[in-house]
């Protein structure tokens, strides 16, 4: 598989069998599984761009309804394969594993010998995706820029107020310091 502009036509051994309903990220934002076409571009795992070139034909299934601990919810089929780390036993080894073998063990008591006390244990963690290299995108207002002025800006014209001095460095504008009250400075962005 190539770095860029690539895709794993889903083969033995990777992901599959998610639920049409699915959001889906691309290049241009979130879509519904059912609607991806030949030639979409998706994000992968590591944050590239990836081509799609080949769709499975869509079957009837049965659909288990997965939840991370951090709320996240996806429907997939038991033979849907996950990109999981087991620290108690692999350490930081990427596994393939099945929804069917995650359900088999995804949990298990232990006991600390500390405390005395008895608790359940997640064994599975599914690694975290990397930055998206998006396109580099040109706007009329820098985007740092305009979230500071909508957090702590006046709607009055181009003033933002901050105690802390150093997000200014990150305007990219010329900046002219109009008063000081105590901590706070009242900055006007030119």
């Known amino acids: 598989m190539k770095d860029d502009d690539s895709v794993v036509a889903a083969p033995r051994g990777a992901g599959k069998a998610l639920s049409l309903d699915s959001d889906i990220l691309t290049t241009n934002g979130w879509k519904k599984l059912k609607s991806i076409t ?13 081509k799609i070139l080949f769709l499975h034909p869509i079957s009837e299934m049965k659909l288990y309804s997965f939840e991370t601990r951090d709320g996240r919810k996806v429907l997939c089929s038991d ?48 690694e975290t995706m990397k930055p998206v290299e998006f396109k580099r995108k040109e706007y ?23 105690a802390d001095m150093e997000v200014l460095d990150y305007f990219p504008y010329t900046k002219t310091k109009y008063s000081s009250f105590f901590i706070n400075s009242t900055i006007c962005i030119n």
Request: proline letters at 2%; one cysteine or more.
């Open 79 to 126: 033979e849907h394969l996950w990109g999981v780390k087991c620290p108690s036993n692999t350490k930081n080894k990427l596994l393939i594993k099945s929804t069917k073998e995650l359900t088999l063990n995804y949990k298990s008591q232990r006991f600390d010998k500390r405390n005395g006390r008895h608790y359940i244990e997640n064994r599975y963690f599914i």
């Open 140 to 162: 009329l207002i820098d985007p740092y820029t305009l979230g500071s002025w909508l957090g702590d800006g006046h709607s009055a014209g181009g003033r933002f107020t901050t």
């Open 38 to 50: 030949i030639n979409d571009l998706l994000i992968g795992k590591d944050g590239k761009k990836k």
